[in-house]
């Protein structure tokens, strides 16, 4: 199993700060690493997918970058929206797997 | 437009079964690439089974020997047969598209109780 760590769990951030989230594959994973936001009580929504891809709809304020076992997921300039938790999830291995999560938090 | 409607779950006592329905709209079921992920309350996401385009299936460790996905052509529908359902199972089930997991459906409550 590939085992995604994700850092930090938890960041209290102001707004129009810059969020760094990072997770780190045990194996590589090559680009197959797709990243998801999830507020309360809605389903996850796909932000970025195979490490640096944009979706149609989300803003361009949020990035991806990375390959192999490290990547990361930037929000550039927060915005109170933006409070919520964020995962990354693998689908290199025949078997998927998430990162724990990291949830932002508006200070 | 693409969409995805989960449905089956409730209340069930631990060692019963439950089979979890997700119509799909908008694409086929049979072409693509379908994951179930579930969440337990206030815990994070949890990758629970696939079944690719060619057919094959994998599980989790957790569900393996327990929960068999499965999909109905004829009616553009994914399934999840969970049997032997323990306490621990206890999650809001969602389905999900393709590799990237593009689109979810709402979710479907389990809870296993006695």
């Known amino acids: 199993e590939i085992v995604l760590t994700q850092s930090p769990d938890f960041q209290s951030v102001t707004l129009k700060e810059k969020v760094t989230i990072t997770c780190r594959a045990s194996?590589?994973?090559?680009?197959?690493l797709h990243w998801y936001q999830q507020k309360p009580d809605q389903s996850p929504k796909l932000l970025i997918k195979?490490?640096?891809q944009s979706i149609s709809g989300v803003p361009s304020r949020f990035s991806g970058s990375g390959s192999g076992t490290d990547f990361t997921l930037t929000i550039n300039s927060l915005e109170a929206e933006d409070a919520a938790a964020y995962y990354c999830?693998?689908?290199?291995?025949?078997?998927?797997?998430f990162g724990g999560g990291t949830k932002v938090e508006i200070k | 437009e693409v969409q995805l409607v989960e449905s089956g779950g409730g209340l069930v006592q631990p060692g019963g079964s439950l089979r979890l329905s997700c119509a799909a709209s908008?694409?086929?079921?049979?072409?693509?690439?379908m994951t179930w992920v579930r969440q337990a309350p206030g815990k994070g996401l949890e990758w629970v089974s696939v079944?690719?385009?060619?057919?094959?299936?994998y599980y989790a460790d957790s569900v393996q020997g327990r929960f068999t996905i499965s999909r109905d052509n004829s009616k553009n529908t994914l399934y999840l047969q969970m049997n032997g359902l323990r306490p621990e199972d206890t999650a809001v089930y969602y389905c999900?598209?393709?590799?990237?997991?593009?689109?979810w459906g709402q979710g479907t409550l389990v809870t296993v109780s006695a």
């Open positions: 908008g694409f086929t079921v049979n072409n693509n690439y």
């Open positions: 999900a598209r393709e590799a990237s997991l593009d689109y």
């Open positions: 194996q590589s994973v090559g680009s197959n």
């Open positions: 195979y490490a640096s």
């Open positions: 079944i690719y385009g060619g057919g094959g299936t």
């Open positions: 999830h693998q689908s290199s291995s025949l078997w998927g797997t």
